[in-house]
């Protein structure tokens, strides 16, 4: 699939310092896929469920996700890429905000109720008087 993300060798080598080491449990899914399922969910914006399979369980890239925000980690992973390569200039694309799906609809302030009293005073009866 061409629409795949994934990490370069120089992202890597500044991210892979970064990333908590010797975690207990089960056998670990690479976090080098991991963190490009991440990207690629997050690039698309589909749903969690809907990564492709080649980075892992969905269940395993929104897992990390989470716990690494929690714990501040995208921030210094954010920063180190910055810091490797810099710039003169850094860019957010925000021409799209997904918001809640009600968000839009939502009331303009009081406005004020009309009365039909005053039209129906000035219409002509259907019935003769």
Not at 95 to 111: C, D, L
Request: proline residues 7%; aromatic residues 8%.
């Amino acid at each position: 699939m061409g629409s795949e993300f994934w990490l370069s060798d120089q992202q890597w080598s500044v991210i892979e310092p970064l990333l908590p080491k010797n975690r207990p449990g089960a056998r670990r899914v690479d976090d080098r896929r991991v963190i490009s399922g991440i990207v690629h969910v997050l690039r698309v914006g589909c749903r969690w469920q809907d990564c492709p399979a080649v980075y892992g369980p969905p269940t395993t890239i929104y897992n990390r996700f989470h716990r690494w925000a929690g714990r501040g980690l995208w921030q210094k992973l954010f920063s180190a890429l910055v810091a490797a390569d810099p710039c003169d200039m850094q860019m957010i694309d925000s021409t799209t905000a997904k918001v809640h799906r009600s968000a839009a609809g939502g009331k303009e302030g009081r406005k004020r109720k009309r009365s039909v009293a005053p039209a129906a005073a000035g219409r002509r009866k259907s019935t003769p008087s």
